[in-house]
């Protein structure tokens, strides 16, 4: 079992040298894509448990090696950081192994299936010394830095109220987030940005949480989701869903203003983006102002942040301990839709 010291720390200098677990879509049309961008990492590896499948997908990719099994992967000392985006049951088991052969690991998003099973990980990345991250990449995006600023300043006074929205249609009973065994469902899979953004942006934690869910009769997984987060200094709402229609909002509520950011979750690439800032003098727009934004590969500006942080340069861009915050608030609302009543989350975020 490798030592903090025996960890290879690329140099400043030097690309950070990727491998990635899996074929998924994320990493294929995404993420690998967003890593190829950049002068400051190589992607040097894919692994699959079929040796054709990664062979296949890395020669697609312009990928130099492929391996038949994740252990392969690894195994090579060649590789620096693991992006793991298998489904979700395994992304705490393969984190913590890529982290204790050495490796930094950027995990998609839910990093768990609860919060007591994300807290694993605190004594795997203690152990190990490695950078673990959950790959929210709206975090990084200057778009929500900017909203987050324009609050702490008190632009739209006192925040009082968030509330979003997230859905897409993809019925699919053969689809891994229609398997409430591997984390299946809205919660888990789109419900986790508004909660992570309302608890980043009120810089705290709920006290407690109601949800009501519907769920799939022949999956079972969670379909249509509504969910109240209480905050000591306002609320936060939303509601998610994987069978309704593609739409996203999310909107800032203050005491003298509001913003609302456009397409919050998955802005294109290949335009730019922005934000709408209104002071409520009206109600068609007399007191806003639009701010625009550069066009900005987020998936991308996560990759940077977080290679940032491996080289010690800046701290992680979601913390661990935010991650398990987050999973709390999860677990809160999935008790509260059996319950019928409000929840209190278990366990705290650290800032």
């Not at 690998?32 to 894919?46: E, F, K, M, N």
Request: aromatic share 6%; with cysteine.
């Amino acid at each position: 079992m490798p030592s903090h010291s025996d960890i290879a720390e690329p140099l400043p200098s030097a690309p950070v040298r990727w491998g990635i677990l899996g074929t998924a879509n994320i990493a294929r049309t995404r993420m690998i894509p967003a890593l190829q961008s950049s002068d400051r990492s190589q992607v040097l590896g894919l692994a699959s448990r079929d040796l054709g499948s990664a062979r296949r997908a890395a020669q697609e990719l312009n990928i130099p090696r492929a391996y038949g099994s994740y252990e392969e992967l690894l195994a090579d000392p060649d590789v620096d950081a693991i992006y793991n985006p298998l489904p979700n049951h395994l992304h705490v088991p393969w984190t913590a192994r890529a982290a204790r052969a050495g490796k930094h690991v950027l995990c998609e998003k839910p990093i768990a299936l609860s919060a007591d099973e994300a807290r694993t990980l605190l004594a795997v990345r203690d152990e190990t010394g490695v950078q673990i991250c959950e790959a929210f990449m709206v975090r990084s995006h200057p778009r929500w830095h900017a909203a987050k600023a324009l609050v702490t300043a008190g632009r739209i006074g006192e925040l009082r109220m968030i509330s979003g929205h997230f859905s897409y249609a993809k019925k699919n009973e053969t689809n891994i987030r229609s398997k409430v065994e591997w984390g299946g469902g809205a919660l888990l899979d789109i419900g986790c940005y508004p909660t992570m953004l309302s608890r980043w942006l009120y810089d705290a934690e709920p006290t407690d949480v109601m949800a009501t869910i519907d769920r799939d009769p022949a999956t079972r997984v969670d379909r249509f989701v509504s969910a109240i987060l209480r905050f000591r200094s306002g609320t936060a709402t939303f509601t998610c869903s994987g069978q309704l229609a593609l739409h996203q909002f999310m909107k800032l509520m203050g005491t003298t203003g509001r913003i609302e950011v456009d397409a919050p979750f998955n802005p294109p690439d290949a335009l730019p983006s922005a934000l709408v800032i209104d002071d409520g003098r009206d109600l068609v727009g007399g007191g806003s102002e639009h701010v625009a934004f550069p066009m900005v590969n987020q998936f991308a500006a996560q990759a940077d942040a977080f290679m940032d942080a491996i080289r010690g340069l800046r701290p992680v861009p979601v913390t661990l301990e935010d991650s398990i915050g987050n999973m709390a608030v999860l677990d809160a609302l999935f008790r509260s839709a059996e319950s019928g009543r409000w929840e209190s989350p278990q366990g705290r975020g650290v800032w």
